[in-house]
Structures are given as C-alpha cells and as structure tokens.
C-alpha cells in the first residue's frame, strides 16, 4: 500500500513519515477521532504557552460533559468514541471513559452525561459496565435532580430482551431524577442508522449546554491510542490464507449421516491463519473477526420455501446485486429477529406469529431460539418478492472467535478453536453459517479477517501474579494463548486452567499440549470436568468448589481470575464463586458479592462470554 501524500508541514521529515505510517488504511470514523484528539493536545499546549485574558481567567470553567461506555464486543465502544470525537471537533469539554474506569462516586455531581452500552445475554450488561449498572440500582445512587442524560443501547433484534441493559441503565437514571435530553436510541446490527441522528441530537444539546472554550488535554480519553490494528475493520478486512484447518475432537463423526446428533459426533476445529504482510497485531484475549459466505445449500433452500429466482436484480440502500448474492454474502440467513418475524407475520396473516411477538409472550423467546431463518419461512409460507426479502433481511452478523494463540510464540499467525455446529431439528439439518463456513475450508483458502480488541481480557502486567483460567469446551481457545504469552515472557505467575467438555476420549480439546506444558512448568495446575463420563453429569463449577480452598487462597493472594465460555456457565461458575468465598470469608454472602464486585472492578476477575 503507498504511503499518504505528505503536505508541507512543520514537522521534521521522520516524524512526518511516522505520523503518515500511523493513518494509513483508517477510516473516516477513526480519523475523525484521531484528529480530535490531536487538536485537544494542540489546544492544552497552546493554553500553557498563551496567558488567557482577564475575562478568561475570571470565568468559572464549564463542567465538561462525560461519555461512558460499556461494550463487549467493540461497537459501543467505537460508537462513543465517535461521539467524544464530535464533541472535541466542535470545542466542547468531553471526557471518554469506560464504565468499569469510572468513579461512581462523581456521578452526583454530573451536569451532562451520555451512556453508550451494549446488551449481552438475557438483557444482560457487558462485563466491563456490571459494577456501575449495580451502583446505578443500589441503595448508594445518589439523586440526580441536576443531571441531563441520554441514552444509546447497542443491541440485537435475535434476542427477546433487544437493548434491555440500555433500557433499565435509561429508565434508572430517570427514577433518580435525571431529566432524559432525548429518547433512548436502541441500534440493531446497523448501529449507523440510530448511531448516526442520536449522536447528531447529542451534539446539538452539547452545544447548547457546554457554551465554553475547548477542553483540557487530560479530558481527552483515559483510553489509550491503539495503533494500526485499525487498519483492518469489518468492512475492509484482510485477505488471510489457510495454513491448516484440523479436526480435535473424536472421529466417529459422520459429516453426511442424516440423523440425530449425539455428543460423540462434536466436530471441533483447530484453524491456523496466515496474518504475514497485514501489519495486524493482537493480544491473547483479542477476538478474530472472520467474513463468511452462506452455504449454497442454505441459500437453494431459502430461494426454493420463497419461489424466488436468484438471478433477480436487487437494489436496495444504494447497492444492486442479484439476489443470490445478497443471500450468500450480504444477508442473515440463519438468526431470526423480531422486525423479519413482524414482516413475515404481516405477509403470512398468521394469527398465532403475531400472538408469539406480542410483549410479554414467553414463547417469543423459545421460537428465536429453535428455530432458523429456513424453519420459520417453512412454518409460516409467505409472498414474498426479491426486494421485498431483501429488505426484510438483516445484515450479516459478526461473527467473532477468540484468538487461541500467542504471535510470540506463532509468529505472524492467528489460530482459532471452534465447534461446528449441526443439528436436526422441524425435520431438516441444520448447520451454523460461518462454523459450517469455516469447516469447509482447505489448505490454501482465502479468509477475509479483522482483529476486534478485548482489552479487559489480558494477561496480567505484572507477569508475577497467578491466574486461573476457567474455560470448558471452545471457552479454552484463549486460554491456549495465555499459557503461551506467559511462557514466552518468562512470567514468574502460576497458571492453573480449569476445563470440561462432555467426554475426556473424544472432548479433550488441546490434551497434548496441556500434558507437555504441564512437564515444562508452562501449566502449573489442570483440573478436568467430564460431564458424561459417569452417571453424575460434572461440570467445571463443581470441581471449583472442590478446590475452593486454593481457589479463595490464590485470589486472596493476588491472583486474576478468567472465565470463557456460554453465558449460562458463566453464571454458574459465578454462582460456585460467590459460594467458595462465602463459605472461607466467614459465611458474609454480602462481603463474597463486594469482593468479587471489586475484583471485576480491578480487572482482576475477567469474562469472555457468549
């Protein structure tokens, strides 16, 4: 790629060039915000130099207004920093922090305050916001009869409770006192389309209420610059090709058998990535943002329920393509979500859909869970015309997969662990679109492929402290890059992984590295759960609480605590915690929620999960 065009500058010629190395390939959202932080650092060096005239000096300086975020993927994230940014363009005090970087202690005195979070789960806040959605609903909230606030949710239409954390954190602040400056803004997978006119609302109350010169340099964001990572995004990815692509678990799989899949049949993957030439750089604990393709025979099926011919030209927003191509690239086909069911419901005049989207229906949330595109389009057949599908369609989803390796040990590669998945269910196979994507492909295959921070979860800075690691199944995918991160630097820490899958012969994902790195001292100490093995099903949160003992011992000690996997094992693992430290802190459940409270404040108790 060449270089950006240098204008005549100020600069010396090697900072000149490093400053165009460092824009090449962002966007126009990541420049904005680059330019606004730079302009904020000109802006401080400038009111140091200059004496401010009397007038200046006697006004009393405006309170600036405070951006919080809490994402667990990147996109609240993204979409408040985009808003820090047009605040800093226009000369309006701002501040962009983090939820779990916040004093809650400040927020009685908030004047002005924007909160972009997404929701995870049941209507569940990301990790990083847990500790200050608690403060928010606790006896400890203060009034806040003087605050003015809005609200944007991050969310996703295929869960029953869309935007839910946004909702209470908006409809809390309100019961405090907070005076709502404008309805709350709930953005499905196309953030822009809310993102965009919520932030230009914002901006407009901002200036009305921040009248005052352009803020100081240590408001400018307590997050740090992330360099070049950037280059690479979802919507220009890199071109990776496939070093190899492994089966790890047991091999009585049948890929083409038609029939009821048992446990026995898990097809976990192991897939190496070449990243060489991209510049990209992760950390252990950062996720792989991978582009898929839906399968032809999901799209066959899709065209075939609908009577539709994929030849058929299609424009919508700006973009002509045929239809097949919108279904095999640019369209959900797998997730449903409740504005395609309202249309289907509408197009079918199905009385019992319409009943099932009604608020408060419990069957709602059944049917997003068991049923795909294809099976309601069979369930309810419908009219349809290829605008029309088009149109009704979501965008394709991310889909992102922790990064189960460490560059420090595999160079410039990028590895990942993931489980196929597959199943028969309304008398059909079904197969996940990007694992069934990505199972399919061969040695040689081109990948488009992004990096998508996970800044909470880290390898600790301090390369003494112990950390346990609790990752059944896939969940154990970061895990492997910890252990080799840790080895490689030398960490003095102790590293003890806790893992479970269904069965020890066909399940044990990574054994043989785990054997080798516990005989190298890489892996300090490994304890296993195998749910079926036995007539007493054994999950991960019961072998913690047989080593509660150690367990509260080491996290007393210092150490960080990790966790990866399905969210229902998140909260049960949560659960086995609060109870191990309950019953060694003296039986105070109250002190046991505090202090694990406190650890995810930290950053000492970390979760990755979905």
Not at 541 to 547: P, T, Y
Request: glycine share 8%.
């Amino acid at each position: 790629m060449s270089q950006p065009a240098l204008l005549p500058t100020p600069l010396q010629p090697d900072t000149a060039n490093a400053l165009a190395r460092l824009v090449e390939g962002l966007d126009s959202s990541a420049l904005l915000w680059a330019s606004g932080y730079l302009a904020g650092l000109a802006r401080s060096s400038l009111s140091t130099a200059i004496s401010a005239p009397p007038a200046a000096v006697a006004a009393a300086p405006v309170q600036p207004a405070t951006i919080l975020y809490g994402s667990q993927t990147g996109n609240a994230k993204r979409a408040a920093e985009a808003l820090h940014a047009a605040l800093q363009s226009a000369g309006l005090p701002a501040r962009l922090l983090r939820t779990d970087a916040y004093a809650t202690r400040e927020l009685a005195n908030e004047k002005l305050l924007y909160v972009v979070i997404s929701t995870q789960g049941e209507g569940d806040p990301p990790d990083d916001a847990i500790g200050f959605v608690e403060f928010l609903h606790g006896k400890r909230a203060p009034k806040l009869g003087q605050l003015k606030y809005s609200v944007l949710g991050l969310g996703d239409t295929s869960y029953a409770d869309f935007c839910g954390a946004a909702r209470k954190i908006d409809a809390r602040l309100s019961e405090l006192g907070g005076s709502r400056l404008q309805a709350l803004g709930e953005a499905d997978l196309e953030v822009e389309l809310i993102a965009a006119p919520w932030r230009e609302q914002a901006l407009s109350h901002a200036k009305d209420l921040l009248k005052t010169a352009a803020p100081a340099a240590h408001l400018a964001t307590v997050t740090p610059l992330r360099p070049l990572a950037a280059a690479w995004t979802h919507e220009k990815p890199f071109t990776a090709e496939v070093l190899g692509n492994q089966r790890i678990t047991g091999r009585e799989y049948k890929p083409t058998a038609f029939r009821v899949y048992g446990p026995q049949d898990k097809d976990v993957r192991h897939i190496e990535l070449a990243l060489e030439g991209s510049g990209l750089a992760y950390e252990p604990g950062d996720a792989l943002g991978i582009i898929h393709r839906n399968t032809d025979a999901l799209i066959h099926s899709v065209l075939d329920v609908t009577k539709l011919n994929g030849d058929t030209s299609v424009t919508h927003n700006g973009q002509t393509l045929p239809l097949s191509q919108w279904l095999a690239e640019k369209r959900e086909l797998t997730r449903l979500s409740k504005p395609l069911l309202t249309t289907l419901a509408e197009r079918a005049a199905a009385k019992d859909l319409k009943a099932l989207l009604e608020p408060g229906n419990a069957g709602f949330a059944a049917l997003l869970n068991d049923h795909q595109l294809i099976d309601a389009l069979r369930r309810w057949p419908a009219e349809w015309d290829a605008a029309a599908l088009v149109a009704a369609l979501r965008p394709q989803a991310k889909r992102l997969y922790s990064i189960a390796s460490s560059r420090k040990r595999v160079g410039e590669e990028a590895h990942l662990t993931l489980d196929v998945l597959r199943y028969q269910a309304h008398g059909h196979e079904h197969i996940g679109a990007a694992s069934g994507f990505l199972a399919a492909l061969e040695e040689g295959a081109q990948l488009p492929v992004y990096i998508e921070p996970n800044e909470r979860f880290r390898v600790p800075s301090d390369s003494s402290r112990d950390i346990l690691m609790i990752g059944p199944g896939t969940g154990v995918a970061p895990f492997r890059g910890f252990v080799q991160e840790r080895a490689e630097t030398g960490a003095s820490g102790r590293n003890w992984l806790f893992f479970g899958a269904q069965h020890f012969n066909t399940g044990f994902l990574y054994q043989v590295e785990w054997q080798d790195a516990l005989h190298k001292q890489e892996l300090h100490r490994l304890d296993l759960a195998f749910s079926r093995d036995q007539s007493e099903k054994i999950y991960v949160q019961q072998r913690l609480r047989e080593q509660g003992r150690d367990v509260y011992d080491w996290l007393q000690n210092g150490a960080h605590l990790y966790v990866c996997g399905a969210i229902k094992m998140g909260k049960d693992v949560h659960a086995a915690l609060l109870d191990i430290v309950t019953q060694h802190n003296g039986g105070n459940a109250e002190a046991a929620a505090e202090f694990l409270s406190t650890l995810q404040r930290e950053g000492r108790y970390a979760r990755d999960v979905y």
